[in-house]
Each structure stands twice: as structure tokens, then as C-alpha cells.
């Protein structure tokens, strides 16, 4: 059935058509799919998407998610025995938590209070961050009203700072290694690319800090990170 019944096949044929195929780029919502992939050693098979319109808006990406965004995956063996196309990132880390049984917790408020932080990401520090780094690096940047500018860096101040008071005594976000952690920290690190950390205060957060040093640490973070490799 896959990948005949999947048209992203065209475009990015499957050399292996019974693993996880994932269609990505190494953003920070790419390398959260990459990363749990390796964390969970669930076997899958990654395609270069680039973010050019080429790729995200291609007919054939298009038919996997119409919201042309990486990362999108598509497992031939998904509930029910029948193949399985997703997109959204978060989703994306909720599925392959699910399907492995690692890292969303043991018992039900485990999965909660895991997922609670997976949201904090999806609805708070992505979209304010990657706010941040257009206004702050980008095409944003030469806008001479300085208010949006000001209002990102300061939201991803308020942002670092809930998460730093999360982080107290604490090695991962909800105690244990989590979807919460690979959710999050890939945008933290992102300030490091925006040239942001000095103007948001990045080195009076030693919590922050710790944190994404013992996340960096783990090897299948080091491989994920560059999966698909850039071009």
C-alpha cells in the first residue's frame, strides 16, 4: 500500500518503503522529529525538504501537508495496521511517543504534565521566538519602528524566564526525559542563531544553561540535530 497511496513518493522516492519516512529540514521543528527518531531507535528513513517554495510548496509535499511546513512523516505501518501521514511537529512527537511507549511518562499525569510543556512550546516559545529571530536577524530587522522588535524580545525574556523557574532542581522539564525536552530545547538553542542571546539575558540563566548542555550531551541529540544534513 505505501508508498503508491502517498504522491510525496514521486518527488522523494523511498529507498526503504517499510520504515518511518521523514520529510525534514534541520530547523529547530525539524530536528525535534530527527531527534526522537534517534532517541527511540524507531527505524526511518529521512528526505531533504528545503524550505525554498520548490520544495514546501510542491504539489507532492503539499499532498502530506497543505500547510507546507517541515517537518511531515509518513509511517507505512501506522494504527491499525494501515499506513499513516502526519504533519505538525508536536503531533509528530506525541505519535512516535505513543508508538514507541518512551518519553511521555508511565502513568497518566506523567503524559499531562509532559504534554502541558509539548503545548507551552507549540503555542508560546516557537511562535515567539521564531518572532524574535525575524525581527531581530532577518528581513524584520530593517523595520524602523522598533515596537515589534521590543515586544519579542521582551516575550521570550518573560518566556526564558518561566522556563528557567521550571528548571530549579530539576535536570529535565517535567523530571524525567521527555517529548517536552526535544520540543523544547531545539528553539532555545535557536537564540544562539538569531545572534540573540546578549539582548534577552540569555547568561543569567544558569538553569537554562545546565539544560541545554545535559540535552546536547545525549548522543542521539548530537546525531539528530543534522538529520537531513544540510545541502
Same mark, same amino acid.
Given at each position: 500500500m505505501f508508498p503508491d497511496d502517498f504522491p510525496i513518493s514521486n518527488r522523494w522516492p523511498a529507498k526503504a518503503p517499510s520504515v518511518i519516512q521523514l520529510y525534514s529540514f534541520p530547523t529547530p521543528n525539524g530536528v525535534k522529529a530527527s531527534i526522537m527518531l534517534e532517541e527511540t531507535g524507531l527505524p526511518y $528513513?529521512?528526505?531533504l525538504v528545503t524550505l525554498a517554495d520548490k520544495d514546501v510548496k510542491s504539489p507532492e509535499f503539499l499532498s502530506l501537508n497543505p500547510n507546507n511546513k517541515i517537518p511531515a512523516i509518513v509511517d507505512p505501518n501506522g494504527p491499525d495496521g494501515k499506513? +499513516? @501521514? +502526519? =504533519? $505538525? &511537529? @508536536?503531533? /509528530? +512527537? /506525541?505519535?512516535l511517543a505513543e508508538k514507541s511507549g %518512551? =518519553? /511521555? @511518562? &508511565? !502513568?497518566?499525569s506523567d503524559r499531562a504534565r509532559i504534554i502541558q510543556w509539548v503545548m507551552f512550546q507549540m503555542g508560546g516559545v516557537g511562535p515567539m521566538l521564531g518572532q524574535l529571530g525575524f525581527f531581530y536577524k532577518f528581513a524584520g530587522a530593517d523595520i524602523e519602528d522598533p515596537r515589534p522588535k521590543e515586544r519579542y524580545i521582551n $516575550? !521570550? %525574556?518573560r518566556l526564558l524566564g518561566v522556563l528557567e523557574g521550571q528548571m530549579e532542581g530539576r535536570d529535565w522539564i517535567a523530571d524525567e526525559f521527555s517529548i517536552a525536552d526535544i520540543a523544547l530545547v531545539p528553539w532555545i538553542k535557536a537564540l544562539d542563531f538569531y545572534g540573540a542571546k546578549e539582548v534577552v539575558g540569555w547568561d543569567d540563566h544558569k538553569n537554562l544553561i545546565a539544560w541545554v548542555d545535559r540535552f546536547n550531551a545525549r548522543p542521539a541529540v548530537e546525531k539528530g540535530s543534522n538529520i537531513p544534513p544540510r545541502p
Open positions: $528513513e529521512p528526505h499506513p +499513516l @501521514g +502526519l =504533519f $505538525e &511537529s @508536536g503531533a /509528530i +512527537l /506525541i505519535y %518512551k =518519553f /511521555i @511518562g &508511565s !502513568t497518566a $516575550e !521570550t %525574556k
